[in-house]
């Protein structure tokens, strides 16, 4: 009987200082927890993600918008259920980039999202205009690039932009100017509703681009 005492004595302290290395081994490691394609119902592929101030989570998926509250899983999907391809949020509002469709979003009544679109105001002759890969801000411009078209949306109308260079998937805003890569040509500026090269900017191209 000593010995099975003895036993389970030994079992007991074993335990409590494998606990002890563990709960040691986890401080100050970050709280990381996976979510499965099942869990927000959509498919596995995500674009982009952003964030709102009200930590409100949103990931470009294949299959729309997937918004996390941190409790619950949303699927907005876009009007014309392609590929969310780039998103942005600006005072709040997040702004969505999809195939030959773009918008943003709006909480209803209820608490759910809806699309809404802002591509629809475009003519059927610019329709095909493919990937949005970039959404910018400046001021209250909201800028939705493809590879021919800038789309600057400014209080609640489009100005259609046209690059004669293809522009490639990068572009940023400094001090207040909006800069893209234009293929062959180096680094382009949004001037007066004109994109322009930047002369010497070529040096900047890598070797066999």
Known sequence: MQQLLRILLMLIIACTSIRYVQAQFDMGLPLIKNYKATDYNAQTQMWGAVQDSAGLVYFG????VIVFTGRQWLKVPVANRSIVRSLAVFRDTVFVGASNEFGFLEKSGNGQFVYQSI??????TIMNFKNIHNIKNIENHIYFITDHYIFDYHHGKISIIKSQIPLQLGAFTFDGELYMYLTGKGLGILKNNQILPIPGSEQLISKGA
Do not use: A, E, R, Y
């Open 61 to 64: 998926n294949n299959d729309g």
């Open 119 to 124: 591509s629809k105001q475009l003519p059927d």
